[in-house]
């Protein structure tokens, strides 16, 4: 199959061999058949000079999913195209852009992973990411509640995916299960991540205008309801929907109006998920529990912890869970060109010498013939030559790609390591607030008996020297003392409680200041090779464009040769050796 124009152009095939057109092409130089109309007009396009689209594999409502291949490199990869009616909305094309840009640079296994993202030239957007094999875990749970250890394996690497992208800032938004991905690798089951959409970077603009609800009700944290500015306990609340359903079958809250699942999600306390799966052991149970509480601060303090509690939970001889970390990448190898056109051509063009030599065995044929001829080979000359070019191009282009991974696993270790120990220093913070709060509670306390010591005082009318005792004053004044004393303790008490404190809040603040100077190095190091990535790009760009119209040329010339010698019977056996090699 041919690399196809880009842009709007409405594409045909050969109902025969498959072959495709351009419009203006009307039967196959091959078999001769009618050419018909392709329904999906992406199918046979090239986008950004080297994705290929192939088949439509899944639809949503905002993109279509195809199956394409890298036709310099030969590797299969997904396609995510915007759907045309929404790519005129520059808010719904930027929050498309930032989900390539927000998945990209988190760089985990349990993240899908991006490769590029560009635009047409008729300005359709589009993504181009890991082509998976499996299903998501909507299809799963429809086939009825998963085990307590599946669901552990499971939810942990959720929770590793989650903790990643939380590590980085970035907010997922819609987590639900038809947004989770499980392929087989190997003897494990391997969770992904997909579509960071409507996912927010604390660093972006906001793009959600005020009013605006995005997300799935089904799972939406209260605090998402009455705010745009809910932060990643929203995602944790959400994946405690997620594990109560994968555990039970069923979601927390059921409604069969939206307003109804907003008003379970602020008002209504979940039931048990033992009360439907009496098998959930009580950790389990607990920790969803507390993923859904209706308070942010009442919810784990990380997904950091959520994974500490889930790999409790993972049952030893459950399903292997995938690694945390990426590993670093290899440069993927692309030493020769993938088998597609170019050789499909030279055996095309052997054959039409050979036609040529049998139509006229005395070495003679008509002018226009032979220059036909030699046009088809110059054409296929050159287009060897610019894929020999775009090859070049493409292993540079490769071999920036594999130092921005490798670049994004070791700055993702980094941050992952650290973000563990601000995960621990959190949950201390959390504790020490709770183990301190007496004291505090008792500072109030005994400050607010000095004050209605005074005010009894003031009712007595105050200090004065007096000139006869009075029994009234004098237990006035023994209880304020009293009180005064108490505070005294109590405020040294609450002081030294409040120093510890904050020692331990100094503790996560110096990690968030580390954490966030690795995420400065990604995003400046991400900056570099963005730069570096366009310009070789642009380069891809323009050999493709080229090629494809040198290939267009073919067809052309390859059509009108055929043409002249389709009626030749002593050649018949040549057309059929032609439609073979199609």
Known sequence: MYAAPRGGVQMKACPVCGLQYQDEHERCFVDDA???????????????????????????????????RHTLVDRPVAVKIMSPRLARDQSLRERFRREAKNAAALAHP????????????DGAVFLVMELLSGAPLADHISRGALDPGRVASLGLQIAQGLARAHDFEVIHRDLKPENIFVSQAGPRELVKLLDFGIARSMHDSRLTNAGEIFGTPQYMAPERITSIDAGPAADLYALGCILFEMLTGRLPFESQELTGFFIAHMQQPPPRPSELAPQCPRRLEEL?????????????????????????LVPASGPVVAPPVATPSRPIAAPTLPPTTLERWARRTAIFEQMLLQAYPDGSPPEDLRRLLDG????????????????????????????????????GFAVQSLAEDLSLAREAVRQAKQE????????????????????????????RVLEAPDEAFAKTLHELADALDRWGLSRGAAEKARRW????????????????????????????????????????????GEAQEREQALIQMATDLCDRLRGQRVLRELFVRLEQES
């Open 501 to 544: 404190v904050e020692s331990k809040e100094q503790e996560v603040a110096d990690l968030e200041l580390q954490v966030r100077t690795l995420r400065g190095n990604l995003e400046r190091t991400e900056n570099e090779y963005l730069g570096k990535k366009e310009s070789s790009e642009a380069a891809l760009s323009q050999g493709s």
């Open 110 to 121: 349990n993240i899908i992973e991006i490769y590029d993202y560009g635009e047409t030239d």
């Open 34 to 68: 009618v050419l018909e109309p392709m329904s999906d007009p992406w199918i046979g396009k090239t986008l950004a000079g080297r994705y290929l689209v192939e088949q439509p594999i899944g639809e949503g409502g905002m993109a279509t999913v195809y199956r394409a």
């Open 376 to 411: 088809i080979r110059g054409a296929l000359r050159r287009v060897h030559e610019i894929r020999s070019e775009g090859l070049k191009v493409q292993r540079h282009l490769e071999e920036l790609e594999r130092e921005a991974r490798d670049n994004r696993a070791r700055l």
């Open 436 to 463: 301190v709060q007496p004291y505090f509670d008792a500072d109030d306390q005994a400050r607010a008996a000095y004050a209605q010591g005074q005010a009894k005082l003031a009712q007595l009318g105050g200090y």
């Open 288 to 312: 969803i529990l507390k993923l859904l509480a209706k308070k942010p601060e009442e919810r784990p303090v990380d997904a950091h912890a959520v994974i500490k509690e889930l790999q409790a």
